[in-house]
Structure formats: C-alpha cells, structure tokens
C-alpha cells in the first residue's frame, strides 16, 4: 500500500505523530487502547521514545497494528485508555474549566481560523485545546461553531484558565555577577509553560527584575524563558534557545519575543 506519511519513532508515538501531522497538514487520533505494548510496559511509556517503529498513514494497513486514524484539524489527539470518544465532542458545560490557550508553531499554507488557532505572531499561533489526564484535545471550529461561541470568546475562557492554573506557579531566577535577576524560567511541565507568554499580567510582574521591554524564548511547549533584553545576555541564550528548540519535543520556535508593555 502507498504511505502518504510514515516514520521512524526514535522521540515516542505522540512526538512523532505530531511530526506526521504537522507535515502533512491534518490531525492524527491515537487510541491508546491498540498501542502494541511489550511485555511489562505501560502507556506511560509511550512518551519516552527509542521506539525504533514505523509510523505510518496508509489505506490499507494489511497485517499492521492499527492504533488511531488521520482526520481534518491539526496536532495529535490521545485517547485515553477505556474512552469510547474524545472530549471535543462533549458539551462547553462540561470541559468549559479545562479550555486552555495552546501556543504552537503555525503552517505557512495554513489558515489558523479554520483550524480553530488564531495568529499570535508570524510563525506562532494560538489554538485551544481540552486538558485531560492523559491527552490535550485540539478543538476544531466545528465545535465551538456547534457550541454557539466566537473564537474570541474562546479565548477569553481559555486565558482565564491558564491565569487562574498560574497563580499559584514558582519560578526560578539567575543571577549575574553584581547580583541582579537577568533571567527567570517557567517549566512546570504541564505542557502549557510556553502558553504563559500569553498572561497578560507577565510583563507587569517581572519588568521590575528584566526591565521593560524583556526578551523571552519558547522552544518547546515546556519552557518559558524570559530574559533581559540587552546585547550580551541576548546573544548567550538565543542559541541555548535554538539547540533546545532543534533537540526538545513539542516544539514551538527558535525565535526570540519581546515582550513589551501592551
């Protein structure tokens, strides 16, 4: 049969169907439940990678393991074990308090609107997605057209989600040589580090450390980096950022943002 995509896994099945998806411009459904495990592994695994598999999109999948399907959207969408249907087809009253802003790399041929993303910046945008124990679920136009909301208002239920999750998060800050913070790092791990670019509150909090405006990095879905903006600093972190961003999973960029008071 004809592969209209496939790869190697070496970063773990969600990582490299995100790979998938994202080159061939549609969203890939996994059903942890037919994940061909071996003897003593766990779904848990599946993150850690060295799979040494092929993943691949086909018609016919003769003999193969079938483990999800390929539909319209963008990202990958894991089923948890014992699910019949993902969370996007649930009703807003009922995921309404797990919307969360999803900031991620955007398809130049791409038109973010009908993927249900908006744009944040040149290369970036902003879609939404439905946290769950096990999965984050892209949600699509078509459900929140169904849902009778604006992607606007969207986006209000969503930052107002992450603002209330981040109250409570700790940073960490370096130091320079006279003392003074010159970099502060966001990484809870909860796959929304990178979002936290978004807070509207970011710049007004640490302005008095990295003066106004600062400079931060994002280079995958689990790092906020934010730093001060001047030549030598700059130059040190932009390529940790760029190794990170080349090296990291999940993905988001290599560029630097300036983050500024509006």
């Avoid at 060295?50 to 399907?69: I, K, M, Q, S």
């Avoid at 308090?97 to 609107?113: A, F, H, K, T, Y």
């Amino acid at each position: 049969s004809r592969a209209p995509g496939m790869g190697v896994q070496f970063d773990g099945l969600a990582v490299d169907a995100g790979h998938l998806a994202r080159r061939s411009g549609v969203r890939c459904v996994v059903d942890l439940d037919r994940v061909p495990l071996a003897d003593g592994a766990t779904v848990d695994d599946l993150a850690f990678g060295e799979d040494y598999e092929l993943l691949a999109a086909v018609a016919d999948p003769g003999p193969f393991a079938v483990v999800g399907r390929v539909e319209p959207g963008n990202g990958v969408e894991l089923l948890r074990a014992g699910e019949g249907s993902p969370d996007r087809n649930g009703r807003l009253e009922d995921v309404k308090d797990r919307i969360l802003p999803m900031v991620r790399p955007g398809m130049p041929s791409e038109n973010p609107q009908e993927g249900g993303a908006q744009v944040l910046v040149e290369g970036l945008q902003v879609a939404y997605a439905i946290d769950g124990d096990r999965t984050i679920a892209y949600i699509t136009r078509q459900q929140f057209d169904a849902w009778g909301i604006s992607i606007d208002e969207l986006h209000e239920i969503a930052l107002a989600n992450l603002i209330q999750r981040s109250e409570a998060i700790e940073a960490q800050a370096a130091h320079d040589g006279s003392g003074h913070i010159n970099l502060i790092l966001f990484q809870t791990l909860d796959g929304y580090d990178a979002s936290r670019i978004l807070l509207p509150s970011l710049h007004q909090k640490l302005r008095q450390y990295l003066g106004s405006p600062f400079a931060a990095g994002i280079p995958n879905r689990d790092i906020l980096l934010c730093f001060r903006n001047d030549d030598e600093t700059v130059q040190r972190l932009s390529a940790q950022i760029a190794d990170d961003y080349r090296q990291m999973p999940h993905q988001v960029t290599e560029k630097l943002l300036l983050v500024t008071a509006d």
